[in-house]
């Protein structure tokens, strides 16, 4: 058990390490700032071509962060 909570942990605190970062920055940690997720071109070529589901496509990390807190 201490040895997955660690694990688990040490994956929290990297995650949220990344967000601290992309806020530093006032980026999307989904797309970085790019507006778009080139990972998920594929699943989105028929509908959402661009827009990345994370900032609606602005890149922007206020909007990352609002739909992010809606949506939980
Ligand atoms: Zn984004």
């Known amino acids: 058990m201490g040895f997955f909570n660690a694990i688990s942990n040490w994956k929290a605190a990297k995650y949220e390490k990344k967000i601290a970062e992309m806020q530093s920055q006032g980026i999307c940690p989904d797309c970085y700032g790019r507006g778009f997720n080139p990972l998920l071109l594929h699943e989105f070529l028929y509908t959402n071509l661009y827009d990345c589901p994370g900032c ?13 807190q809606a949506s939980e």
């Open 56 to 68: 609606n496509g602005s890149g922007l990390f206020a909007d990352w962060a609002q739909a992010t």
